[in-house]
């Protein structure tokens, strides 16, 4: 029974720390999608934001905290950029410069060597409490922390939407003339929600870099955005709680497929081709039949008109 | 002649110059002046197509025109939609704009400006006051449900009421904020004949309390009931404007617009 | 100079292809972010044809062509039109065609792998121009794109199904009520709008190896072009197409080539920025 227990902790360990990282993540989407109705497709962007911003600063002598939260607040201001010329406009054009964006940074970490190593990527930063944690328990430690750290955003953001503020970016999400003419400045609201949701990637990024103690620019990949995408309207957009049970459906499900990788006929880049396509059908097939996800809240979404 | 005298007496609170817009060929709305007197009611009438609705969005910065727009003393056109509505002026939609996902009560809790807890950092600041604020807010959006019949109903998604419960939404909506011009878009179309009776009366009740209505009806006799002014609209000009009286005596007014009615 | 003909090329495709992304955009109301993977697909389905079964690459080509019709036909009778008839909301749409967008894309990968391809031809001595040179597939390119360009044209303001797709792109509502065969003249933009993409797509592998991620990084430089240019207006599209395809190559001049790419996106940022409605005018 110890000996079960031995092989399956770091496994289960492994799949929450990974799964609260990515609810983080994606809860930053939901809060731009889920309550206002903003379409970003390079959400990806501030997770490497904020994870280079953060030990590249550690790396050159700042202390990890300042490090941490200048990568916040960097991922921020870059999702403050990007609103600017979209978020007056239709919600397509934000679509289409946030994936734009993602796209160009990922070449700029790729090719700017003398700042990013380019694709040697970056490892030896500092972790937060490694000397005093002993090695066997860092990983539990740093899961403790972690989920403290959900507890603190999920929260947080709870409190938020549930608030006169929450229900203004609700409105936006659901007909942005009705704050129009009420009076709220609807672009400000927009503003403020990329903001957040984007200081929020940065955040799980610099999360993301300590845990994996070892980044470079394929970290970022666009499929991230979309896992974090499928995340949320699994879990029923507009839903926090569903966002957190969708990290660890999601990462249950990819640990799962590890294992059936043995016994199917694919070629390694096959099998990332497969996992992109499931990915995308699954996103094509719950907004066609489950808009408002699995654990969608009542009928929130589902109401067509 | 009287009218200039008029104008000394009372404040006009909206004042519009030349209003103008055009889609492609269509001149929706085509050179239009017009005064509107501080706590007076006007109806905005004409047929089909006339350019009412147009001259709102001119009016609450919907839609970019030219001409001249002046409310309460400001120039307005060139501001964005929220900023006109900041200054004390609220539109309803012709056609109801319910935001669906958000239940009853929460569309009308939505309305009141200057909300204490619309700040960001003041959710964490000032709890208690937005939890004052919030009971008040709450407080008034029951006693305006009850008033339009829809109490029973704050629970329930917007988007699951009936088309003429959204109409009847959307107008307390806009009642939630005290205005100084409050512009309604056909109010009574799709309401039953007693709500529409009581809603004419809260509007003269609150005229006596001194706010401005503009409104948009196509229901003849319950709109010249409540205006002290009627303005008849016809293909993007306007045609006549003068006492709910004098406007049904005039025969090119009856010709184009109420000849159809008998 | 060379920059001047290679990006002339490139241009030529990015407009093709624009156009019918800016068709579909109008008519259909939402940004199809799938538009970008038919285009590659059309390029695999003809270096298919044309390698693994052996035929001479121009029937490769129609054969290509009919083939991403058929599957945009296909998209529409199981996604599109069932999704209209829902009354689903533009931000659904655009979810779903960036969702078609990964299954195309990864298709490809998974059939014919990640590295690049390309159709059996000879390698043709290119002319000699001022000082550069320019191959028989390059003129090809230009000529082929051009002349469809004006078809377009032709078909749009002369033939009834034309009309009817502007009055569609004016007014969806109206032109239901005028009595127009909305769900028709949907599927044949559809048709004209991928059939433009594929022409595009399988012109592209001539010029360029053919790759899986060809068309999505055709994406951004096609809603640049279409930015530029004003949506709803092809010809603010073709000339936006072309500034596009030039900045691009001449950007290579100064910078890496593998900024290229950059340069649509800091062109589209900053039309965004100062003129949104384009700067030839068009629809909001
Ligand atoms: N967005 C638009 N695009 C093109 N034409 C428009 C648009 N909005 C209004 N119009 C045209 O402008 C004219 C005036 O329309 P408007 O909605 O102002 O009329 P209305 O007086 O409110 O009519 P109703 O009593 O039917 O509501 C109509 O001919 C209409 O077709
Ligand atoms: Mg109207």
Redesign the pocket.
Known sequence: MIEYIDMILPYLTTILLVSSIYAIFALGLNLEWGFTGLINFGHVAFLAIGAYTTVMLNMSGYSLILSVIAGIALAGFFGFLLGIPTLRLREDYLAIVTIGFSEVLRFILLNEEWLTRGSFGIHGFERPFQDVIPYQYYNIFLLLLFVAILGIIYFSLEKLIHSPYGRVLKSIREDESVPSALGKNVFSYKLQSLIIGSAIAGLAGAMLAFYLQYINPFTFKPIETFNAWIIVILGGTASNKGTVVGALILWTFFSGTRFIEEYVPFESHQMGAFRMIIIGLLLMLLMMHKPEGIFGEREELALSD | MHYLTDQVVKLDILSVRNLKKH??G?K??DGCSLKIDAGTVVGLI????????????LISGF?GGSGEIMFKGRRIDKLPPFKIARCGMVRTF?IPHALTKMTVLENLMLAPNIQCGEQIWNIWLRRKKIKEQEKLIKDKSQKILEFFEILHLEDEYAGALSGGQKKLLEMARAMMIDPSLMML??PFAGVNPTLARKISGYIEELRESGMTFLI?E?DIPAITKISDKIIV?NE?KIMAEGVPEEIKQRQDVLDVYLGGEG | MQLIINGLVIGSIIALTAIGLSMIYKTLNFVNFAHGDFVAFAAYIAFFVNTSLGVHLAPAFLISILATILLGVFMEKVVWLPMRRKNATRTTLIIISIGLALVLRNILIFVWGGGTKNYNIPVRQGFSFFGATITPNQILVIITAFLLMFLLHYLLSRTKIGKAMRALSD?IDLARISGIDVDKVVLWTWVIGLGLAATGGVLYGLVTAIRPSMGWYLLLPMFAAIILGGIGNPYGTIAGGMIIGLSQELSTAVLPTEYKFAVSFVVMTAVLLVKPEGIFGGAK
């Not at chain 2, 004409?46 to 969005?57: D, I, L, V």
């Open positions: 889609f492609g269509v929706a709305v004409g047929p089909n197509g006339a350019g009412k609705t147009t001259m709102f969005k839609e012709q878009d056909e948009i196509h609209m993007g | 007014n």
